[in-house]
């Protein structure tokens, strides 16, 4: 087929999606390039692959490919009985099977001065489809969401697919990653349907103070929904079993029919596993405090040793040692180093030079600041640093 104007003919393929105006989610596709997923496996490729030294990866959040960090046996065996009951061989409920959704309340009742039920609990696909789940279930014409800056892309992510629009708060790194209190006043108006805060943080590795949490609000003020997974502190995400629970004393999520609308998304799409469903209550009972304080024996080196070894390093900063979490967040000066222009760029030539992968801030709103995660072997992590470091010496301005 020839176009007007001497222009040069369309292919069969041309003309056919032409004729259909078919085409791809350009949101989604723009979304999903944004992820930390997408923008470190552009990382990784640069990494040569025949190079002398193995990756190390100090950029994903993964701690289950380490022996150090294996879950516990409680949590295998649970898995073994649950397939072979044959009990958890059907489809399950919608929002779960019932004795997940207890334990899980039960659980998450000991932190807060409330009595939640199995009633207050749906059971996901891990924490991201909560996400997905609870911003689909607020969006509505004209709604706001106040994320922290910086944050999780999957929110943003999430936002995008449903319209709503994201106004970002900061987290101050001279004050612990404390959220600007002052700054959710000013961005919050009629049309926010919520404030997301993350406790500990991903990705500063701080831990919110209970009498800055008491400045803002808890549920007997304004509902809250709590979304977690059993995924890093029992080091399993591939399990994929998450939650939302309500904390709703006063029965507005009720009343404005959000529940309702919980309940139907979860109708319309995909449960857990059920056979780890039917694990879960042998997993969060049974489970001894030795295991969650061997792992954060570790993690608690871990992060001593990242932050050690970061004060000596003269381009990056640390403003505050992480408290929680598998994470820190550094601040890059690029007025210590030279031929590197941002954060992308000092990622990408330090797998390239050296084969370890971080993540650059700019993929979580922060620009020229890095998150690095020490949920590795010590013996990796040790190594990765170290190769950090001779990196930042070897570009140094002098």
């Keep these: ?27 989604a596709a723009a979304a999903g390039g944004r992820s930390i997923r997408a923008t470190l496996s552009k ?13 190390i990866p100090l950029g994903h959040g993964d701690p289950s490919v380490f022996p150090s960090f294996r879950t516990t046996p409680i ?17 399950a409920p919608t929002n779960g099977v019932l004795p997940a959704r207890r334990a899980v ?7 807060i001065p409330y009595k939640l039920s199995p009633d207050d609990v749906f059971l996901t696909v891990g924490c991201a489809q909560a996400i997905d789940i609870v911003i689909a279930a607020l969006a509505r014409p004209d709604a706001n969401i106040l994320l922290p800056r910086p944050g999780y892309p999957m929110y943003e992510a999430r936002c995008t697919f449903y319209n709503v629009e994201m106004r970002r708060f900061d987290l101050l790194p001279d004050q612990g990653w404390e959220i600007d209190l002052d700054q959710v006043e000013k961005l919050a108006d009629e049309n926010t349907v919520a404030i997301v805060v993350i406790n500990p943080n991903n990705p500063s590795g701080s831990v919110l103070k209970y009498q800055h949490m008491e400045e803002g609000v808890f549920g007997d003020v304004v509902p809250v929904l709590t979304l977690g997974s ?6 399993v995400p591939g399990w994929r079993l998450g939650w939302i629970a309500t904390t709703d004393p006063k029965g507005i999520l009720r009343k404005t029919k959000v529940v309702d609308s919980i309940r139907s998304i979860l109708d319309i799409t995909i449960n857990p596993v059920t056979f780890i469903q039917g694990a879960m209550p042998q997993i969060i009972e049974k489970t001894h405090d030795d295991f969650f304080k061997n792992i954060i024996y570790v993690l608690r080196n871990a992060s001593e040793l990242c932050y050690n070894t970061i004060k000596g390093i003269k381009c990056i900063a640390c403003p505050h040692k992480p408290e929680g979490s598998m994470f820190v967040m550094v601040k890059l000066n690029l007025s210590y180093v030279v031929d590197i222009s941002d954060d992308v760029d000092f990622c990408f030539k330090l797998a390239k030079e050296e084969s370890v992968i971080i993540c650059p801030g700019s993929v979580l709103e922060m620009k020229n600041w890095l998150r690095i995660t020490f949920a590795v072997e010590p013996a990796s992590l040790k190594a990765g640093l170290e190769r950090l470091k001779s990196f930042c010496e070897r570009h140094e301005k002098h």
């Design 105 to 111: 309340a039960e659980y998450l009742s000991k932190d």
């Design 43 to 55: 990382v990784i490729s640069s990494v040569d692959e025949k190079g002398p030294r193995p990756l």
């Design 1 to 27: 087929m020839e176009k007007e104007n001497g222009a040069k003919p369309l292919s069969e393929v041309e003309e056919m999606t032409e004729r259909w105006h078919f085409g791809h989610n350009k949101a």
């Design 75 to 91: 949590a295998e065996e649970a898995i073994v009985e649950a397939v072979r009951s044959a009990q958890f061989n059907n489809y």
């Design 230 to 235: 059993i995924s890093k502190r029992w080091v």
